[in-house]
């Protein structure tokens, strides 16, 4: 199983975290981009490349302490065909690092559609006969609120090709109570939509008792993430909202068993951004990262035994 790989790495790196490469051109240092702007001008194609270097050097300074990786898709389509070719290589580059990579796409449409999206992001696509796998991402997160027509697809190609995907569950925005929060029968509906993140997984359960049908769920809701670990022993979390968004290691530790397991923690703009927040040279921002990304990990882990 797919959670089978990630678990193992998280356990043996004692690191449940999972580095957002969500890269803003203003996060990448100047030097890289005038290296690029110098040959390509102020175009996508530089702003493009840029990116796919300061993507780089990160990976290769955190691949030996961190599991994962987790590039947002709309960071790379706002630059085009270039950003997309840059999303690409960030994939199969962090994967060549030993990474397990979890694209956040949040993709969500039925049918033929779906099935697109899924040979996409997680499958292969048949040109002749020639099998090409056109992103190779690890995991896939996606919105499961248009029912199981928007997942069933998923689930074959997460069995064939040992993927998983990750289900919006209670997202980490401020406004997601309006919708999530609301009751069913008395029951939330994210409760509800965690509850079929179970259904959906069933069959494929893991050595480690999770499934390949994860769930989000923001570590900005502490005691809906304790609730949510008790009611799904078997559907791994991602959990936005680390950090920056305000959500703390203490209440994050609600989404772990009682082995340490179940959840992987994701930081975003305080690990890219690390060499800005120090106010150290640009030229130390993978090494500012570096440093970020261990500090996450001391502080989750002093709440939490991983074993």
């Given amino acids: 199983m797919s959670f089978d790989r990630l678990i193992t790495k998280i356990r043996e790196m004692k690191n449940p975290t999972v580095v957002g490469l969500d890269p803003k051109l203003s996060y990448v240092p100047s030097y890289i981009q005038k290296t690029y702007m110098d040959v390509d001008g102020e175009s996508l194609k530089a702003a493009s490349r840029a990116i796919f270097r300061f993507n780089q050097e990160i990976i290769d300074a955190i691949c030996d302490i961190v599991p994962a990786i987790k590039p ?18 960030t994939i199969r580059y962090a994967k060549l690092k030993g990474m397990f990579v979890i694209t956040d796409g949040k993709r969500n449409d039925i049918g033929a559609t779906m099935e697109a ?26 919105n499961g609120y248009l029912g199981s027509d928007g ?37 939330p509906v994210y409760a509800i939509m965690g509850d079929m993140c179970e259904a959906w997984g069933k069959e494929q359960i893991g050595q480690y008792g999770y499934s390949s049908i994860g769930a989000v769920v923001g570590a900005t809701y502490p005691e809906q993430l304790k ?18 968004q305000g959500g703390g290691a203490a209440g994050v530790a609600g989404a772990f068993d009682e082995n340490g397991m179940g959840a992987i923690v994701n930081s975003s703009r305080a690990i890219m951004c690390a ?29 939490i035994n991983i074993k």
Avoid: W
């Fill in 227 to 244: 609730e949510l670990r008790a009611r799904l022993p078997h559907t791994m979390f991602l959990v936005p909202g680390y950090g920056a």
């Fill in 275 to 303: 060499y800005q927040k120090e106010g150290c040279d640009e030229h130390d921002f993978a090494q500012a990262a570096r440093r970020e990304a261990i500090r996450m990990r001391e502080d989750l882990t002093s709440y």
């Fill in 151 to 187: 997942i069933n697809p998923l689930l074959q190609t997460c069995k064939a090709h040992d993927k998983g995907i990750f289900v919006l569950v209670k997202t980490s925005n401020p406004s997601s109570g309006e919708l999530q929060d609301r009751l069913i029968d008395g029951v």
């Fill in 72 to 89: 947002q898709a709309a960071y790379y389509e706002m630059y085009g065909h270039h950003g997309i070719k840059t999303l690409e290589r």
């Fill in 117 to 142: 999206y899924t040979a996409a992001h997680l499958g292969t696509t048949m040109v002749g006969e020639n099998e090409c796998t056109p992103f190779g991402a690890d995991a896939l997160t996606v």
